[in-house]
Each structure stands twice: as C-alpha cells, then as structure tokens.
C-alpha cells in the first residue's frame, strides 16, 4: 500500500503542472498582445496601462508575468529575431551554390518583412524610441542576427575590392526598409528577390 501522503504529493505535483502552464500560457498571451501595441503604437506610445487593458488585467496583476516594459520589449524583439532566423535558415538549407543561398534568403526576408501580420518589421525599426539601457542589448542580438547574412556575403565570389561589410549594409537596409519601397505589381517577391541579386552581383 503506498503512503497515506503520496496521493495529496502527486495532486500537489500535478497542480503545480497545471499552475505552470497557465502562467506559460498567459505570458505568450502578453508577449502575443504587447507586440501588436508595440508594432501599432511603438515603444514610447505603448504604456503597461494599454498591455493590461488589452489583455484584460489590471496593471499591477501584468506584473506577476513580466518584470518591466523593458524587459518585454526585449523579449519580443529577441523572439521576434529568432523566428526570422529560424525561417531564412530553413529556406537556404536546400541550396550549395552562393548565390542561390542569398537569394533565398532574400526572398524570406522580403516575405517577412511585407507580410500584414507580420511582427518583425515594426520591432525591427523601433530601436531609436528605446531607453539607453536596453539599446545595448537590442543592438547585440541584431549582431547575432545578422551574422547569417554575414556568412551568405563573406561565401560570395566577389570581386577584389569590393568591401563585404559596405555589401551586406546596403543590402540589409534595402531589405529591411522594403515596406516603403514596394509595390504590388508585375513581379512577385520571389522575383523580386531574384533582380535584388542579379542587381549586387552586377549581372543581366
């Protein structure tokens, strides 16, 4: 017979569990909403009075999920990143040849960036609003990102001369600042792409 106590141990344990997993599952309900007032409002213009009233708590209970603004936005803008990475790593990993690698990834960035529901583009460009003393950690998980399209350029037959950093700058910046310059229109995002590295690689 096992121990009177093991019963009340184990409803103890699975109470915990399920304790456990609400609270998971009310921080990516928070994490879900503040990244929409985020994208919407931007950092300044969102307050954790608008992320209480929109996931329907009062702002003192928000606390119990999160430990400042700060540290929210921080966590969605890493989140944020991660997935994008995630995607542009699983769109190259058909690809060996050099250019056929940039351009896939080019064309998931693109799809990234100009997609409605998309969260990464106003988190993205939101670093001037923010605090000073979460800029520093924003700008090295950029860093960390943006190594991928560091090792696509450094693998990039180019020609002597042609500095790689000024290279993947000026690509970077076409790609990311793409809701402002594209349009609907004869060429899908694919092809798109496609012209963005025929146009770098100085080829017809």
């Not at 141990?9 to 569990?17: I, R």
Request: glycine fraction near 6%; charged fraction near 30%.
């Amino acid at each position: 017979m096992p121990p009177s106590g093991s019963h009340s141990a184990t409803n103890g344990g699975s109470h915990n569990a399920a304790a456990s997993h609400d609270a998971a599952e009310r921080r990516r309900e928070i994490l879900e909403i503040a990244a929409q007032l985020f994208a919407e409002r931007g950092y300044r213009g969102t307050s954790i009075r608008h992320i209480a009233e929109k996931v329907g708590m009062l702002p003192g209970s928000l606390y119990y999920h999160i430990r400042s603004k700060e540290e929210l936005f921080v966590d969605i803008h890493d989140r944020a990143l991660n997935e994008t990475a995630g995607r542009i790593e699983a769109a190259i990993a058909p690809f060996t040849d050099p250019w056929e690698r940039l351009e896939a990834a080019c064309a998931e960035m693109l799809d990234i960036q100009l997609n409605p529901a998309s969260l990464t583009l106003p988190i993205m460009n939101n670093l001037r609003s923010v605090p000073d003393e979460i800029t520093d950690a924003l700008v090295r998980k950029r860093d960390e990102f943006e190594m991928i399209f560091r090792r696509l350029v450094d693998a990039l037959p180019l020609e002597d001369g042609i500095d790689r950093s000024i290279y993947r700058i000026l690509l970077l910046r076409l790609l990311n600042t793409a809701d402002g310059w594209y349009r609907e229109g004869r060429l899908t995002r694919r092809e798109i792409a496609g012209q963005i590295v025929r146009i770098f690689r100085h080829t017809s």
